[in-house]
């Protein structure tokens, strides 16, 4: 266990309005990634970063912006949320790249109404 | 183009035996491939992994196997347990992808008593 905490666990909110979501880790961990899991979809990349101010798109961006300004903290931020925003996120963080496993978060739900 | 892919949505067994979950991948890039298992609200967490330069490895009752020139692998549990209902994810990674992983769709266990 990495000591990952998602910030908030759960959050409705209107179509168009921005919304962030945060990841905190204590473990020193370099990578962090950004999920979302959707029926039929398994997981899915949206954003990773490589260290504090590195970040690049995964799979499926569009719509969505990252920032990580400290080690510990990767926010995910969609910047008008729409309904095919609808999802559950997870962050997850990996000490190197390579031969080892990535640790999850408990996941945020978010509604988008 | 699902890279990997997890072709049974749901798997029954009866307690104490052996569960098998398949995993397929179409990558030749992908080296590394891990199992992950999904309990309802939870984050996934690390089961097990092996390298491509291995074909099997062994972590209790879980062991996976990989057949490169199939391109498969498989996740076996002995003995099943009920504990072990959850859904379980195949994912893999390619050297110089910053770690980033592709996830099959997901496997539902069922393991009844």
């Known amino acids: 266990d990495a000591g990952i905490t998602q910030s908030p666990r759960h959050k409705v909110t209107e179509t168009g309005t921005p919304v962030t979501l945060r990841c905190h880790q204590t473990?020193?961990?370099?990578?962090m990634y950004w999920y979302r899991q959707d029926p039929g979809h398994g997981l899915r990349l949206i954003h990773y970063?490589?260290?504090?101010?590195?970040?690049d798109k995964g799979e499926v961006s569009d719509g969505y912006s990252v920032s990580r300004s400290k080690t510990e903290d990767f926010l995910l931020t969609l910047e008008s949320a729409t309904s095919s925003q609808t999802s559950v996120y997870f962050c997850a963080t990996q000490r190197s790249a390579g031969y080892n496993e990535q640790f999850f978060g408990p996941g945020t739900r978010l509604t988008v109404l | 183009d699902q890279q990997v892919k997890q072709n049974s949505p749901s798997l029954s067994v009866q307690e104490g035996r052996i569960s098998i979950l398949n995993c397929d991948y179409t990558?030749?890039?992908?080296?590394?491939f891990l199992w992950y298992k999904k309990y309802p609200a939870e984050g996934p967490t690390f089961l097990i992994s092996i390298s491509s330069i291995k074909d099997k490895n062994e972590d209790g009752r879980f062991t996976v196997f990989l057949n490169k020139s199939a391109k498969h692998l498989s996740l076996h549990i002995v003995p099943s347990q009920p504990g072990d209902s959850a859904v379980y994810f195949c994912?893999?990674?390619?050297?110089?992808?910053?770690?980033?992983?592709?996830f099959g769709k997901g496997t539902k266990l069922s393991v009844k008593p």
């Open positions: 990558n030749s890039m992908f080296d590394y």
């Open positions: 970063s490589y260290g504090v101010k590195d970040t």
């Open positions: 473990e020193n961990h370099r990578y």
């Open positions: 994912a893999a990674s390619a050297r110089g992808s910053q770690g980033n992983l592709i």
